[in-house]
């Protein structure tokens, strides 16, 4: 394989991870557009959602494109019980509270998981043939055709949602300036909620996606977290596009530094690249909700 050709793989298999890691940045903006706070149990949504998914197919015999939205409305309704149970009744406490429940129910997700399903590694077949592609040398399994759809249909779904319905405007307004929009009668609890809900989801489409490929266990929640939140602080908190570019260009350097003598350390590019910017551009790379919002001030 020529040098081009090497550059051409890690770079494709960058942007696979990438994809993964700007939907878990995603997660994070959804729920702190609407509330302020950090949820550190993001990563274990997605951890949820491939589980669930191994779950289903391997002791159930699902399909596994049937797997796929059970396991996405499964790990929703958990995310709907960690804003009721959790959040809910701590709601007047200050962030860092609220932001302490999310690493409770962090802990308790991965341990229950642990539980339930073990400390082994699970896998899950792949949505189509494993027969690679080749691309100017470079190849390519289908499923990672499947992770990018995913990502592209869930960016333009999100998008159509919160540009174009009522509903996703009124979670804006509510991002914006809670109080007003509660005089105009939007309900700031059920906009939280259902910020939880699409946090979820979006958390679990990606874990059922990526688990063909790089297999699941109870631990790996954590550090695709992780990711996800370097590449959130990266694309600017509050903008959860810009997240997802973050996490494209964080996949791509991981991939590149994973193809380098630096491969041992691969795993800490996105700690780095997150204190890079917090020392550089603290408001990322693009301005978030956050920024804007203090910049018309």
Not at 155 to 162: P, S, T, Y
Not at 203 to 229: C, D, H, N, Q, W
Not at 231 to 260: D, H, K, R, Y
């Amino acid at each position: 394989m020529s040098l081009y050709s090497q550059i051409l793989q890690f770079i494709l298999t960058g942007l696979t991870v990438g994809s993964i890691y700007g939907l878990v940045a995603v997660g994070f903006n959804i729920i702190y557009n609407s509330t302020g706070i950090i949820n550190l149990a993001q990563g274990e949504f997605v951890m949820l959602g491939g589980m669930s998914a191994v779950w289903l197919v391997e002791s159930l015999h699902v399909p596994v494109f049937l797997a796929f939205p059970i396991s996405v409305l499964m790990v929703t309704i958990v995310g709907i019980l960690m804003e009721t149970l959790a959040i809910r009744p701590v709601k007047k406490a200050d962030v860092l509270s609220m932001i302490i429940c999310t690493v409770g129910a962090s802990v308790f997700l991965k341990g229950l998981v642990m539980f339930v399903w073990g400390k082994q590694t699970h896998a899950l077949p792949h949505f189509s043939t494993e027969n690679a592609i080749f691309i100017a040398g470079a190849s390519i399994l289908p499923q990672t055709l499947w992770v990018w759809g995913i990502t592209a249909l869930i960016v333009f779904g999100l998008w159509l949602f919160f540009d174009k319905t009522l509903l996703g405007k009124a979670m804006r307004a509510c991002s914006y300036n809670r109080d007003a929009a509660s005089l105009v009668g939007i309900s700031a609890t059920k906009m939280v909620m259902l910020s939880f809900a699409l946090s979820a989801a979006v958390g679990a489409a990606a874990g059922v996606a990526i688990t063909p490929m790089t297999l699941m266990s109870y631990e790996r929640g954590t550090m695709l977290g992780l990711k996800g939140f370097a590449a959130g602080i990266l694309g600017g908190l509050g903008n959860p596009f810009g997240g997802v570019v973050a996490g494209l260009m964080i996949g791509v350097l991981e991939g590149l530094a994973a193809g380098s003598r630096l491969s041992h350390y691969k795993d800490a590019v996105a700690l780095v690249v997150l204190l890079a910017m917090l020392f550089v551009r603290p408001s990322g790379l693009f301005v978030g909700a956050e920024a804007g919002r203090l910049k018309k001030h």
